[in-house]
C-alpha cells in the first residue's frame, strides 16, 4: 500500500460519507423561554459553557460560509470526547464560544460563554443557538457538594448535537486547521 492509498483509506475511515439527517427540535418560545427565570439564576448554565449549534442554526454548511461565520467571534470550533458520547471517535461541533478561549476550543473546556452579559444573552431567541433555544428553565433546584444548582434541562443534548455534526467532520477539521492559531476577537 503507497502513501496515497494509505492516506485516502485513512480519511475514509476519519471521515466517512454520511448522510445528513436534522433530529426533530421543538422551538417552543412558550416552554423554552422564561426571562425571569434566567434573570434569578443570572444565567448559571451559560456561566458553566457556551450552548451548542446545530447545522440547521446556519443557511448554508460550506468552508466559506462557516469561516465567515466564525470570523465574527463569537462561534468556537469544539472537539467532544468520544468516551463524553459513548463512541469510539470524538467530533468535532460548533458552540457559542467561552470568554477567553480560542475560537479552536478543543479541550471542550469550561468557562462563562462569551454572549453572557448582565442583562442576559446577547442573541435574542431566534438567533441563539439550538442547545440554548432548547434550553428548558426550571425553578427546581438540587444540591452538589452543598451548592444549590438548579434543574434547568436541554432537549438538544451533546449526543444529539455530535450526530448532526458527524456528517461534516472533514470540513469542521478543514476549519479547525485554517483557525487553529487565529486571534480573533467577538464582534458582538
Not at 456561566?47 to 440547521?56: I, L, M, N, V
Not at 434543574?151 to 461534516?168: D, F, L, R, V
Request: hydrophobic content about 30%; overall charge neutral; some cysteine.
Amino acid at each position: 500500500m503507497n502513501k496515497d492509498e494509505f492516506s485516502r483509506l485513512f480519511e475514509e475511515l476519519m471521515y466517512p460519507t454520511l448522510p445528513y439527517r436534522s433530529i426533530s427540535k421543538d422551538y417552543s418560545a412558550s416552554k423554552n423561554l422564561n426571562s425571569e427565570i434566567c434573570a434569578e439564576c443570572g444565567g448559571e448554565c451559560c456561566k458553566r459553557c457556551g450552548c451548542h449549534f446545530s447545522p440547521d442554526d446556519f443557511q448554508e454548511i460550506s468552508f466559506n460560509f462557516l469561516k465567515k461565520e466564525l470570523e465574527k467571534g463569537y462561534i468556537s470550533i469544539d472537539f467532544v470526547d468520544g468516551e463524553m458520547i459513548y463512541q469510539e471517535f470524538g467530533v468535532y461541533i460548533l458552540r457559542a464560544r467561552n470568554q477567553n478561549a480560542p475560537i479552536v476550543d478543543l479541550g471542550y473546556k469550561r468557562s462563562a460563554c462569551i454572549l453572557l452579559t448582565a442583562k442576559g444573552c446577547k442573541l435574542d431567541y431566534e438567533h441563539r443557538p439550538t442547545g440554548g433555544r432548547l434550553l428548558i428553565p426550571s425553578n427546581e433546584c438540587y444540591s452538589i457538594f452543598g451548592v444549590a444548582k438548579r434543574k434547568c434541562n436541554s432537549t438538544y443534548s451533546i449526543e444529539k448535537c455530535c450526530y448532526e455534526w458527524k456528517p461534516h467532520q472533514k470540513l469542521l477539521h478543514n476549519l479547525a486547521e485554517y483557525f487553529k492559531n487565529k486571534e480573533i476577537p467577538c464582534s458582538l
